[in-house]
Every structure is written in C-alpha cells, then in structure tokens.
C-alpha cells in the first residue's frame, strides 16, 4: 500500500505514465516516434510500444532494467541491502549531499560519476520532484516488474550498455531474449561520461534514423477482463426464462457502462458473463470491482479474471491464448471476488490496489503452473 498522504494526489502508476505519453503524442500531433530511456524508467515505454505498436517507430533503452529487486530468476536486481542504500539515498533527495552520495553508491556498482555531473544529479532532484514524491515512486518501482510484458513488443529495440561491466551485459541480453526485435551493443564508457556521449549518441541517431515499415496490426498487448455471473442456471431456474432475459439485458447495459467509463472495449458476452480488454490492466481490475456493486441490487454476484497478454486481433473479435487465460483465472475466482495473475500484479504498482497471493494453480489447456493473487479492496 502507498504512504502517500490521503488526499493528495498520488505520482503517476506505470499505466498513468503510459497514458500520459499517448495524451502527449496526441497533442504534439506525433505518427510514429521513437523512445528512449534508460534503467527502470523504460518501463512505460516498452509498455506503450506492446499497447500500441502503429504509434513506435524504435526502442532505445539504456542500461536495461525490466525490474529493480532480486530474485532467483531475475539475480541482477537489487538485494535488501542494496534497498536500504538506496531508501537512505532518497532521504537526501534535493539536498546538496544527495549528489556526493549518490556519487559514492554508484562506485560500488563500477559506475564512475564525475563531481560535475554528481553536482548536476543533486540539482536535478530539485527540480524533478519533492521528497515525499520521490519516496513514493520508488516504491512503484520497486514493485514493477515488466518481463511478462516484453515478449509483446514487436518494435525494434536497441538496448545499450557498457561492455565491460559483466553484469550489466548478462541483464541486457535477458532483456534481450525475452524481446522478439531486440538487440543488444555493448558501448565503451558510460553515456553520461561526456567524453563517450558521442559515440553513444551516434549510435542511437544511426539506429533510429533507419526506415522500418510499420507494424502490423494483428497483435497487441491487452488487459483482459472476463466476467462470469455466479449461479445464473440456479437463478434462471428460479425467477423464469422472461424474468431472466430481463435480468441479464439489465446486468449487460449497467456492465458495458461501467466499462466504457474505465475506458475499456467490450468486446462480447460469454452467456452469463462478458469479455472486455483495456490499456491498462488496473482500470481493468477497477471495472471488474466496478461492475460487481453495480449489478449487487440485480440480486447477482459476479466473479471475475484478468490477466494482461498479447491477443490477436480478428475485426471486433479478440482472441489468443491470453484471453483463454483470462477466462481460466476468472474460472478460479470465488462469488464477488476479482483474480488476478501475476503479470497484472506487477504492473500496477501505486494504483491503490491490494492484493492477497492466491497460490499457484493449473489452468486448464495452458502450460506451466499460474501465480495467482485475490484483489482484497
């Protein structure tokens, strides 16, 4: 849960930030662009590239990282104690020894920061955000996990990254593997050290000034939302087939209402539920939420799945494995109760959402065994 004081208003989520972006291109009057990044703060960006391909040109991420915290399977993120360097780091944030000991904590990482450019990070600070803020947006981040999303981007990607720092090159390449267009140069010196900047930046000038045609748009990424109403047979059994009909015109109506404001597409009714998709994945929970207390007074409960994956596009339909996922988490799911997989999970830090781990699980016809979490407000 955030820290953040109630009232205020919060620093935007990853999907916020993608949001943000698209507002943004919109306005400038942007086709195609390019977007650049480096570390933790590509997140939005491959994110929005998955969502929306036809609007990427090219991907440049600097010194990749597709989450910030250790695990077995991802051993280049931060340990505890690496976290609580960084937790005394921040308390710094917009003080004139911000900039030396942040100096100091990069050395230990084979980072070498000049005291210029340490002067120009502790000054930066003061104009990016305010303490509390910065606090809170580290905590997104170190909740933020974008790997399931990076299998969806189809745009070409150029992940730049000091060749002589083995660790750096070994996260790159995972970064790389798990993207189907991207590729991986290991660059001599950092970027920020001025006297490299040029090569680095003649790099990038010569990877985003190439002509690509534009992606097709069969297959994007999504967040899918399947609903399913709990004991309808029994229901229909009970009031009859007219009563009934009455019913579920009514649950429809006040659903796709509650989807349309969410800013989500329905897409078609299951019988006795719906499939709906949406940019993001925690308006998606937040609709799931939604539609259950609206159709409460109907005399109905729903249960609901979502799970955010790449789906393929047939006119207004929407199909793919991710949606059968969807359907087999919400499948799970108990009466008024929202489930969500572990990719959606990870992508809606600082939403306000909570979860609790709902343990892993089989789902029919898919491979592997599922990490699944219960919204819990």
Request: hydrophobic share 45%; with cysteine; aromatic share 6%.
């Amino acid at each position: 849960m955030s820290a953040f004081p109630a009232g205020a208003s919060p620093p935007p989520n990853l999907e916020t930030r993608v949001a943000d972006l698209e507002v943004v291109l919109d306005a400038a009057g942007s086709g195609r662009v390019a977007l650049g990044a480096f570390f933790e703060s590509g997140a939005p960006n491959v994110l929005f590239a998955a969502s929306h391909p036809e609007r990427v040109h090219s991907i440049v991420w600097l010194e990749p990282m597709a989450r910030c915290i250790w695990t077995p399977d991802y051993p280049w993120g931060y340990r505890p104690e690496e976290i609580e360097v960084e937790r005394q780091l921040v308390e710094l944030w917009g003080t004139p020894e911000y900039g030396k000991a942040f100096q100091a904590q990069q050395l230990t990482r084979g980072n070498v920061f000049s005291d210029a450019h340490a002067a120009r990070v502790e000054r930066s600070t003061r104009h990016a955000c305010t303490p509390d803020v910065a606090k809170e947006l580290a905590r997104i981040w170190y909740e933020t996990d974008v790997r399931g999303v990076l299998p969806a981007v189809q745009i070409p990607t150029l992940l730049l990254v000091h060749g002589e720092r083995e660790k750096a090159v070994a996260e790159a390449e995972h970064v790389a593997g798990l993207m189907p267009q991207a590729e991986v140069r290991k660059m001599p010196g950092d970027a920020w050290d001025v006297d490299e900047m040029p090569t680095w930046a003649e790099e990038v000038r010569a990877f985003i000034g190439a002509k690509r045609p534009a992606v097709a748009l069969d297959r994007v990424l999504a967040a899918v939302l399947i609903t399913d109403i709990v004991g309808s047979t029994q229901r229909l059994t009970e009031i009859g087939d007219a009563a009934w009909r009455s019913t579920l015109a009514s649950h429809d109506e006040r659903a796709r209402s509650e989807i349309a404001s969410f800013g989500g597409r329905y897409v078609d009714s299951t019988g006795d539920g719906l499939l709906a998709t949406f940019d993001g994945p925690a308006r998606a929970v937040m609709c799931a939420q939604a539609i259950g207390h609206a159709v409460a007074d109907l005399g109905m409960r729903i249960r609901a799945g979502v799970h955010t994956g790449e789906v393929e596009l047939d006119g207004d339909a929407v199909r793919g494995i991710a949606v059968h996922i969807g359907a087999r988490v919400a499948a799970l799911a108990g009466p008024s109760e929202v489930f969500v997989s572990q990719t959606v999970k990870d992508l809606v830090a600082g939403s306000g959402l909570t979860f609790e781990d709902a343990g892993e699980h089989e789902l029919k016809g898919v491979p592997d065994r599922w990490h699944l979490y219960r919204v819990v407000n």
